[in-house]
């Protein structure tokens, strides 16, 4: 009976210990360690950084701030090994590329910490999952806080998905996500969904311009 009883136990354990290797065989890869390969390319570095986040199928956003007024073209190498190598490997080329993880969101950008205006706080923001990515970004760079922070900075909005109306599309409780005491990159994050990228370029040569679209969608 003991014997039976031993057997029936290792039985369990080993089954148990199975399971979880099953488990652990299907829980996704991080996004630092996932295989990206990237070819010789010239081009900028937001471009570059770009061609990694498709790679690596990421989400989250690029964020890539230019003081250079003449042309801020590169040349790239060709990369092959994981997302945190290839950011590495520019920093060895003399860039800067700093990056955080929020959740399964990756956010990368060339300076110590996020432009001013991701890093702005706002107090409440709407939208919906059945609207445009593009909808939703003019509708939060419209709020209070991030209007106030533009106008603070002389900031100038351009780009074909920042300051054109948008088509509206009917939503219903469902699909409206609401965020409250959020950061300007933390709400682009959600915007994001886990599958798309957003793209944040300031220009600060001559006037303050900036961009915010989303190549991958």
Request: a neutral charge; hydrophobic letters at 40%.
């Amino acid at each position: 009976m003991l014997a039976k009883t031993l057997k029936l136990a290792m039985t369990t354990i080993v089954g148990g210990a199975l399971s979880l290797t099953s488990l652990g065989a299907d829980a996704p890869v991080p996004p630092l360690n996932r295989p990206v390969s990237v070819s010789l390319q010239n081009g900028s570095l937001a471009e570059y950084l770009l061609a990694i986040f498709k790679s690596g199928h990421l989400s989250g956003g690029i964020a890539v701030i230019n003081d250079r007024c003449e042309d801020a073209s590169d040349q790239f190498p060709e990369f092959n090994g994981n997302v945190k190598g290839a950011f590495e490997k520019l920093a060895t080329m003399g860039h800067q590329v700093h990056w955080l993880q929020a959740g399964d969101n990756l956010v990368v950008n060339n300076t110590k910490s996020p432009p001013s205006l991701l890093k702005v706080v706002v107090h409440e923001f709407r939208f919906s999952r059945n609207e445009p990515l593009s909808k939703a970004t003019s509708d939060l760079l419209d709020t209070p806080e991030a209007s106030a922070k533009i106008k603070e900075l002389q900031l100038k909005a351009y780009g074909p998905e920042l300051g054109f109306a948008q088509m509206h599309r009917p939503g219903t409780p469902q699909d409206t996500v609401t965020l409250s005491d959020t950061t300007v990159l933390d709400a682009l994050n959600k915007i994001a969904a886990g599958h798309a990228v957003w793209l944040y370029k300031e220009s600060r040569c001559g006037e303050n311009v900036i961009s915010l679209n989303w190549p991958v969608k």
